[in-house]
């Protein structure tokens, strides 16, 4: 019994919704195969496009997957084959798409023990692992599809939202790696009174926003006076690059995740064109590498 699944890409976050709000990308994310076998061992048998430890405890995947068979008392084997394409420290959940997809792929292999929802919990081990911190909004995103929202984590409860179909993401990774553990380091522990009112106006706008199809109200809500004015500084070209996407029609643009993966929220394919355009002709001339991704939620 094997099974191959597609693990999307996803951006956390969203400028207005640090650690609670991210959506998934449906164009990008890596391929996984995952197998039975009848050695009761959980193997890592083959990882491409990227170099990452086969070792169960020091993988993403294997931890997420050990964390639910565990709950299930299970002692069931699988061999995990990884095909990475989205690279790691990207900003545009790598480690997420890995332990979302193996522990889809073998819940699906179980016969469905659990919801999509609840394998929120056992994913949130390999973010444990790859960042410090058990953070849902990368792999909530790539397990329910769509926009969620982290209502709260103790105890876990986290929402699905609609996905607007106009919505187009243009993703602009700079070739530069930056780990989430060294970009959430560097965040203040404490905000302001006049910071957080600015935050919830906009993140409930924001949500308001999606089942409303209310495009210009999304773009108005996009903003985040508390994390980005620290994470940007690791990021080039960042203020260029946001006025290129804003005065070239996006509704807005903020950090994917971590970063340095940035993000141009566009409502429709011309008005994603037309930023990946400018982006285009924007860095032709510049030193640092890029990669672009335009993609549905
Ligand atoms: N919310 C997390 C952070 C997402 O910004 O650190 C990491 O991809």
Redesign the pocket.
Known sequence: EEIKIFAPATV??LSCG??VL?CCLQNVGDEMLLKKNDLNQLRITKITGADLPMEIHKNVAGVAVLALLDRLGSKQGFDIEIDKKIRSGS?I?SS?ASSAGAVYAVNKLLDDPFTNNELIEFAMQG?LLA?G?A?A??VAPALLGGFSLVRSYDPLEILGLPAPSEIRMVVLHPMIEIK?RD??SI?KQNVTLASAIAQWGNLGAFVSALYTNDYKLMGRSLHDAI?EPVRSILIPYFDELKKLALDNGALGFG????GPSVFAMCQGDSAAEEVKAGYLNFLQDKEVGFELHVSEI
């Open positions: 956390a976050n640090f650690d991210g900003g959940g997420a973010e960042s911190n953070h909004d990368n989430t970009s959430r965040i994390v950090i994917s995740g971590s």
